[in-house]
């Protein structure tokens, strides 16, 4: 008997699904060999251990039922979940957004508060406007297309030299 060790059999099965055959022949086994006495004492112990662990009670905690339904709350409205979620994803962006729009309001009314002249005072001073050109040169309705384009485009040439 020494030759056939039982710790294939207790590893097989659990302890309670033995049946009486079993029993003696494992109880006549481990009279003689340490190593299948080991192995069979660490049945027993996970035996008794799963057996007293199946019997306890478990009592859930005095929150459970409120984190539950609220769970079922929220899977039942997935839109307010949903907006929700688009707006943690999306905050910084906005927020950031809309901080770049009111700073450049702000440059924009700063630099427009900074000029010291209103623009059709700067334009009436320049003496080289297109309008001045052509006026000068003659009565508008005399010139050619052309020639406007070329006085247009040389005072500009000009106009950039000075």
Not at 50 to 73: D, K
Request: contains cysteine; charged residues 25%.
């Amino acid at each position: 008997m020494k030759e056939a060790h039982i710790i294939n059999l207790l590893e097989e099965r659990p302890a309670p699904e033995w049946d009486e055959r079993e029993r003696a022949m494992i109880e006549i086994h481990i009279a003689d060999c340490a190593d299948c006495r080991r192995a069979y004492r660490a049945a027993m112990a996970a035996a008794d251990l799963l057996g007293a662990r199946a019997n306890e009670t478990i009592e859930p905690s005095p929150f459970f039922n409120a984190r539950v339904m609220a769970a079922l709350r929220e899977k039942q409205s997935p839109a307010a979940s949903t907006l929700a979620a688009m707006w943690k994803a999306a905050r910084a962006l906005i927020v950031s957004m809309a901080a770049a729009v009111a700073l450049l309001v702000g440059l924009t009314l700063w630099i427009s508060g900074s000029q010291s002249q209103p623009l059709e005072t700067a334009e009436s001073e320049n003496i080289y406007s297109a309008e001045w050109v052509i006026l000068e040169n003659g009565d508008p309705d005399d010139l050619t297309y052309g020639e406007i384009m070329t006085t247009l485009y040389e005072v500009v040439a000009y106009g950039e030299d000075k």
